[in-house]
């Protein structure tokens, strides 16, 4: 069994910034996927980043630019939030896809990802 547990939410000023982090532990796989995905009130969830087996990353439209994530040698997930504005406010969740997984044809989907952690709130204001 795989856990997740984010950490480094909380509040932060428009064009502020935050870094978001999800330690898993558990069983390790060989190959395997990793992402942000963030729900506001009233809202579906979304993909916000994906970080594939080999490295390569992916990003919604919406924080190109802004966000960057990025994994550490101890397998632990991060978002680095810049130039946060109020619709970046939302419960974010760090999710992991079961292992075997080398290749991701939709890595924001939802779908794609087995493993959640509990998630932590951003929220930006004025």
């Known amino acids: 069994q795989v856990q997740l547990v984010e950490s480094g939410g909380g509040s932060a000023q428009i064009g502020g910034s935050l870094r978001l982090s999800c330690a898993a532990s558990?069983?390790?796989?060989?190959?395997?996927?990793m992402g942000w995905f963030r729900q506001a009130p009233g809202k579906e969830r979304e993909g916000v980043a994906a970080i594939q087996t080999d490295g390569r990353t992916n990003y919604a439209d919406s924080v190109k630019g802004r966000f960057t994530i990025s994994k550490d040698a101890k397998n632990t997930l991060y978002l680095q939030m810049n130039s946060l504005k109020p619709e970046d406010t939302a419960m974010y969740y760090c999710?992991?896809?079961?292992?075997?997984?080398?290749?991701?044809?939709?890595?924001?989907?939802?779908?794609?990802?087995?493993?959640w952690g509990q998630g932590t709130q951003v929220t930006v204001s004025s």
């Open positions: 999710a992991q896809t079961q292992g075997g997984r080398v290749w991701l044809a939709l890595p924001l989907s939802a779908a794609e990802y087995f493993y």
């Open positions: 558990g069983y390790t796989y060989r190959t395997y996927s």
